[in-house]
C-alpha cells in the first residue's frame, strides 16, 4: 500500500476510530517542537493605541511568539473623539472599544489585571492574580498627571473639576457640567505646559464646547488660560474660531497671565501667577504630564518624568529587554498621539520580531496626522512622516505641515469627513 | 499500530511539521512592509479602510505609486496626501505600492 487514493485517504481517517485527526496532529506537533525552543513570550502591558497595535501586528510579524497583553479594564475609552462626545456629536459607545477581536484574531491572551510590579532582571512581572514570566517586555502606559502642580488640584479635586484627559467618566463629567451651566456662564479651560498628551486636542475641545454653546447657550464664553505662548495648529484654529464662533473665545497666553498657578475648587476660582483671580461657572483644568505610574514603578523614568529610549527599537535605555512605547516614551520629535503610539507600536513590534528571529530589523518608518473638528463640518489636520537618525527621531524635509490656511468650506469638510474615517481605520487597525 | 496506522502517522507528522515551520518561518518584517504599515492608521490595516478613507488594499502597484507621486509632485490635488507623499522617495513609494498591490 504505498499509493493511497484520495478515497483511500478519506475512508482511512473515518476508519481510524480513536485515532483522531487532531490526536495524530496534536502529537506530531509536539514530535517537531520538541526539537526547537519553546516559543518566546512577549507580554505588553497596556491596552492603548501602543499596546494593542503592537499586540496585533508582532503576531502578524512572528506568529510562533506567544503574546500576553496585560490591561486593567475590558474596555477602552478613546481620548480622540471624546471631544465629539463634550459637543454632542458622538456617545459614549461609539468611542468605547474592547479586547475580544484583538484574542480571537490574533491568539493574544488578555490578561485583565493591575500590574503592581516589575523585576527587569528575574523578567517577570507581578499583578493582582499572580507572576507571569517574559523574554521580552513592552510597557505602554500613557500617561499620569503631576497632581499638585497647580495648588490645590489633586485627584479628589478632580472629581469636581474635571481633567477630562484620561476619557471616560472625567469625559461625561465636564458634559454633564457644560449641559448644567446656565446660558451667559463662562468655561474656563486651562491647558497644560509641553510636552503633553495631544497638542492639539485642547483646542479641538474650545471648539467642540463652543459648537455646543453656540446652538444651546449663545450669550455663554469661553476663557483659555494657557500655561503656553503659542499652540498646535494655532493660526488654522484661531481663523476658524472667527469664523464660526465669533466673539465666544478669548486666548490668554501664558506670558499675557495665561499660567494658572493655584485653584479655588469651593468658589470655583483660577489663581494666575501674578494672583489675578478668574471664577469659571465651568472649569477643565488639564494638569502638567509625565509618564504613566507604572513607567515609574518600573523604574524606566529619568528626572524629566520620561521614559528614554533608543528610538530605533524603543528599548528602554535604563532596562534590557523592556520597550516603552506612546505618550511614555520619549520618542524625539513625534507628538505624544495615538497616531503616534499606533506607529511606534508598530516599528517596535518589528525591532522585537528580528531581535527573536535573528536578524537586522528594517529602518524604521514613522508616521503622525492629527485631525481636529473646529466644527462638525470643519476639520484641520496636521501630519509629518518620520524617520531615525544619530539625533534621534526626526521629520523627514520636505513632509508634512499643517492643512492651508484660507481654504475653502468643501476642503475643511473633506477634512471632517477624513477625520472620523482617520478614526474607524486607527481603532480597526488597533483593536481589531 | 499496525501498518495502516503507522502510515497514516506518519503523513500527520509531515502534514504537521509543514504546518508548523510555516508558521515558524512567517519570513522577515521587510522595510516595505515598515513603510506601508504607518498607511494602515489612515487607510486600515492592509489598506482594507473600513470607513471613509479611500481603501488602497489590492490596487495595482502601478497606479499607487503613480498617484503617491502626482500628490508629492502636486500634480494631484489632495488634502493631506501631498504633505505625506513628501516624506518617501520614489524607491520608497514603489515598495509601499508594491505591499498594497500583493
Not at chain 1, 17 to 41: D, F, N, Q, R
Not at chain 1, 328 to 340: H, Q
Not at chain 1, 400 to 423: C, H, I, L, N
Not at chain 2, 61 to 86: C, I, N, Q
Amino acid at each position: 500500500m504505498n499509493k493511497l487514493t484520495r478515497r483511500d485517504f478519506i475512508k482511512l481517517s473515518g476508519s481510524l476510530g480513536a485515532y483522531s485527526v487532531w490526536g495524530g496532529l496534536v502529537s506530531s506537533l509536539s514530535a517537531c517542537t520538541s526539537k526547537e525552543k519553546p516559543a518566546a513570550h512577549v507580554v505588553i502591558i497596556g491596552g492603548g493605541f501602543g499596546g494593542a497595535t503592537c499586540a496585533k501586528y508582532l503576531h502578524r510579524f512572528a506568529p510562533n511568539v506567544s503574546i500576553t497583553l496585560i490591561e486593567r479594564d475590558k474596555q477602552f475609552v478613546t481620548c480622540p473623539f471624546s471631544n465629539m462626545v463634550l459637543g454632542g456629536l458622538r456617545d459614549m459607545a461609539s468611542i468605547t472599544h474592547d479586547y475580544k477581536k484583538l484574542a480571537s484574531n490574533y491568539a493574544i491572551n488578555i490578561v485583565h489585571d493591575a500590574v503592581v510590579a516589575i523585576d527587569p532582571v528575574a523578567k517577570t512581572v507581578t499583578t493582582g492574580g499572580g507572576s507571569i514570566q517574559y523574554d521580552r517586555l513592552v510597557v505602554s502606559p500613557g500617561i499620569d498627571f503631576m497632581w499638585d502642580a497647580v495648588e490645590g488640584y489633586n485627584e479628589v479635586a478632580s472629581k469636581t473639576v474635571p481633567h477630562a484627559w484620561k476619557a471616560g467618566s472625567q469625559t461625561l463629567l465636564l458634559r454633564q457640567q457644560l449641559m448644567a451651566m446656565n446660558d451667559g456662564g463662562t468655561v474656563i479651560i486651562a491647558p497644560p505646559k509641553n510636552p503633553f498628551r495631544c497638542p492639539p486636542g485642547p483646542y479641538e475641545r474650545v471648539s467642540m464646547m463652543a459648537h455646543y454653546l453656540k446652538h444651546h447657550k449663545p450669550k455663554s464664553k469661553i476663557l483659555i488660560l494657557d500655561a503656553k505662548d503659542k499652540f498646535s495648529k494655532q493660526s488654522l484654529f484661531m481663523q476658524g474660531w472667527d469664523a464660526v464662533y465669533p466673539g465666544m473665545i478669548e486666548w490668554v497666553k501664558g506670558s499675557s497671565g495665561g499660567i494658572v498657578s493655584r485653584i479655588d475648587v469651593k468658589t470655583n476660582e483660577l489663581v494666575n501667577e501674578v494672583g489675578d483671580r478668574f471664577k469659571g461657572d465651568v472649569i477643565n483644568l488639564i494638569p502638567p504630564q509625565k509618564a504613566g505610574a507604572l513607567a515609574h514603578i518600573a523604574g524606566l523614568t529619568d528626572q524629566t518624568g520620561w521614559c528614554p529610549v533608543n528610538q530605533r527599537t524603543f528599548e528602554s535605555k535604563i532596562h534590557k529587554d523592556v520597550h516603552v512605547i506612546g505618550d511614555a516614551s520619549m520618542a524625539g520629535k513625534m507628538p505624544k498621539s495615538g497616531f503616534a503610539a499606533n506607529s511606534q507600536g508598530k516599528v517596535c513590534a518589528a525591532a522585537i520580531a528580528a531581535s527573536l528571529g535573528g536578524y537586522d530589523m528594517p529602518d524604521p518608518s514613522y508616521v503622525n496626522t492629527c485631525y481636529s473638528l473646529v466644527a462638525p463640518d470643519y476639520g484641520i489636520s496636521v501630519a509629518a512622516v518620520y524617520k531615525v537618525t544619530d539625533k534621534g527621531i526626526v521629520k523627514v524635509e520636505g513632509s508634512g505641515g499643517v492643512s492651508p490656511m484660507d481654504a475653502d468650506a468643501t476642503f475643511r469638510k473633506q477634512e471632517a469627513v477624513y477625520g472620523a474615517g482617520w478614526y474607524a481605520s486607527i481603532t480597526s487597525d488597533a483593536f481589531s | 499500530m499496525n501498518s495502516t496506522q503507522r502510515l497514516f502517522h506518519t503523513m500527520v507528522m509531515v502534514l504537521g511539521c509543514t504546518l508548523l515551520s510555516s508558521s515558524v518561518n512567517a519570513g522577515k518584517v521587510t522595510r516595505g512592509m515598515m513603510l506601508a504599515n504607518s498607511c494602515a492608521a489612515c487607510h486600515g490595516t492592509d489598506g482594507k479602510s473600513p470607513g471613509s478613507i479611500p481603501a488602497i488594499y489590492g490596487k495595482p502597484a502601478a497606479y499607487l505609486s503613480e498617484t503617491l507621486m502626482d500628490f508629492r509632485d502636486g500634480k494631484r490635488p489632495s488634502t493631506v496626501m501631498g504633505r505625506h507623499a513628501k516624506g518617501y522617495s520614489d524607491e520608497e513609494i514603489k515598495l509601499i505600492a508594491d505591499f498594497f498591490a500583493k
